[in-house]
C-alpha cells in the first residue's frame, strides 16, 4: 500500500478520518485535501458568536502542529477535478494527478441555490463557509434590516443571532411552520414563540418573489403576496444538496448521497464515503438516509479508519444533532419519523422540557429544549436497546435512570 489514503474534504468528517487513521495505527501515507485555504474549522460557531462578534476568530479542529506532527499530509487549496477509479487516481485542477490505494470521500453538502430575480445583488447569500460568515459578519454590520429565507436550525440561529445584536429581522418560510420535519411540532412552535417574544417576525406559508436593489445591493424582498420587506441583507437558508458530482462522474452509485454500506464503502470497494455526502440504510429505523450532523460525520469517519484497517465493525452510532436559537438549546437523539405518540416531560413555560416520541411500545428519539441531562440519558437507553415506559418517563429522571440501570442487570443476571 505505497499510496496510502487520501480523503477529499477537510471538514469535520476528513479530519476525524485522518486522526482516525493514526489513532488506529495506519503507519501508510495519509494526505488531506481541502479546496480552502483556511485550516479546518468548527462550522457550528459561524452562524453564533463569529457572526456577531467582529473579533471572533475561527476556531481550528485541530492545532497546525498536529498535522505535522501525526504525519498528516495537509494539502489545502486544492480542486479535484475527477477520479479514475480503476486506475486509483485523482486528477487536481490545474493539472497533475495523485494515487491512492484508497480514497474517502467526504465532500460535504454544498447550499440549496435558490432561482430568484435580484439574486446577484450584493448582500444576498449563504452561510456554509467560513468565506461565508466573514460576509455575513460584514453585511450585518451595515444592514438594518435584514430577511432570511428558510426556517430551518440555519436560518433560525442567524435570526435569534442578528435580533440579539440589533436588527429588524424577518424569517420568511414557504410551509406553514418552523423547522419542517426536523423537530415535532409543538418544538416548532414553542421556538417560534420564543423568537417572535424577542421581535422575530416570523411568516410562514409564504415565499419571496423577487429581490430589489439600489445601487447593485439588495434593499428589499418582494413577497408572493405583494409584500415589500426592507433588506440590506438576504441570507438563503432552504437546505443543502450533497457534493456528490465528483463520485457520480467516476460511475459510483448515487441514491441522495452517495450510497455506502455498513462499513462506509462505496460501490467501489476502495473507495469510502462519510458525513453530509453519504448515504446509508441506518440500523435503527431501517430507512435509507443522509444526516446533515457533526456526530454522524465523526462517527463515520472513525468507521471508515477501521474499515480501511479491515475491521468488519457495522455502522452503529445513535444519531443525535443540536442546535443553539437564541435561549433555547435543542438536543435530539435518535430518529423520531414513523412516531405515533409522545410524552411531554418538563414544562414548556419555563423554557425547559423534553419530548420522547414512541412507535407503539418503542422509544425512537428524545427533543429536549434546556434539558441537557434528559438528552444525555436519551443516548444511553438508546444505546443500550431500552425503551422505557410512558409512565417511567412521566416519574421522571430518577424512574428513567432506575428502569434503565434494571435493564442493563438483567443480562447479568441471566449470564449468572
Do not use: C
Not at 117 to 143: C, K, N, P, W
Request: hydrophobic letters at 45%.
Amino acid at each position: 500500500m505505497k499510496n496510502g489514503v487520501v480523503i477529499v474534504g477537510a471538514g469535520h468528517a476528513g479530519v476525524q478520518a485522518a486522526a482516525s487513521l493514526r489513532e488506529e495505527g495506519y503507519d501508510g501515507p495519509v494526505i488531506l485535501i481541502g479546496d480552502e485555504s483556511e485550516l479546518p474549522y468548527h462550522k457550528p460557531p459561524l452562524s453564533k458568536t463569529f457572526i456577531k462578534d467582529p473579533n471572533a476568530k475561527p476556531q481550528p479542529l485541530r492545532g497546525e502542529a498536529f498535522y505535522s506532527g501525526s504525519a498528516i499530509d495537509y494539502r489545502p487549496g486544492v480542486r479535484i477535478e475527477a477520479i479514475d477509479a480503476g486506475a486509483r487516481r485523482l486528477d487536481l485542477s490545474g493539472g497533475g494527478s495523485l494515487a491512492f490505494d484508497h480514497l474517502v470521500l467526504a465532500t460535504g453538502a454544498r447550499p440549496r441555490l435558490l432561482k430568484l430575480q435580484g439574486s446577484e445583488l450584493s448582500g444576498v447569500g449563504s452561510l456554509r463557509s467560513l468565506a461565508d460568515a466573514r460576509l455575513i459578519r460584514e453585511f450585518s454590520a451595515q444592514s438594518e434590516d435584514v430577511v432570511i429565507l428558510g426556517g430551518g436550525f440555519i436560518g433560525l440561529e442567524i435570526a435569534a443571532t442578528l435580533r440579539a445584536a440589533g436588527r429588524n429581522v424577518t424569517v420568511v418560510e414557504a410551509v406553514d411552520r418552523l423547522l419542517g420535519r426536523a423537530v415535532a411540532p409543538v418544538i416548532a412552535s414553542h421556538v417560534r414563540q420564543r423568537l417572535e417574544a424577542i421581535g422575530v417576525r416570523i411568516l410562514t406559508g409564504t415565499t419571496v418573489a423577487g429581490l430589489e436593489g439600489e445601487g447593485g445591493r439588495v434593499s428589499a424582498a418582494i413577497t408572493s403576496g405583494g409584500e415589500r420587506l426592507p433588506a440590506q441583507m438576504v441570507i438563503i437558508g432552504i437546505g443543502v444538496v450533497p457534493n456528490v458530482e465528483l463520485a457520480e462522474s467516476a460511475g459510483i452509485a448515487i441514491a441522495n448521497g452517495i450510497r455506502v454500506d455498513q462499513q462506509m464503502r462505496s460501490s467501489v470497494p476502495d473507495i469510502l464515503a462519510i458525513g453530509d455526502a453519504a448515504s446509508y440504510r441506518h440500523w435503527f429505523t431501517g430507512a435509507d438516509v443522509r444526516l446533515e450532523s457533526v456526530q454522524n460525520a465523526t462517527d463515520q469517519a472513525r468507521l471508515a479508519a477501521r474499515t480501511i484497517l479491515n475491521h468488519a465493525d457495522a455502522y452503529s452510532a445513535v444519531p443525535w444533532f443540536w442546535s443553539d436559537i437564541g435561549d433555547m438549546k435543542l438536543q435530539m437523539v435518535g430518529l423520531t419519523s414513523g412516531g405515533d405518540s409522545h410524552v411531554v416531560l418538563g414544562d414548556l413555560a419555563e423554557n425547559k422540557f423534553s419530548i420522547y416520541h414512541y412507535a407503539g411500545s418503542r422509544l425512537l428519539g428524545i427533543e429536549s429544549v434546556n434539558r441537557p441531562g434528559d438528552h444525555m440519558l436519551g443516548r444511553k437507553m438508546l444505546g443500550a436497546g431500552f425503551s422505557p415506559t410512558p409512565q417511567a418517563v412521566a416519574g421522571g429522571p430518577d424512574a428513567l435512570k432506575a428502569a434503565l440501570a434494571a435493564f442493563q442487570e438483567e443480562p447479568a443476571r441471566a449470564a449468572g
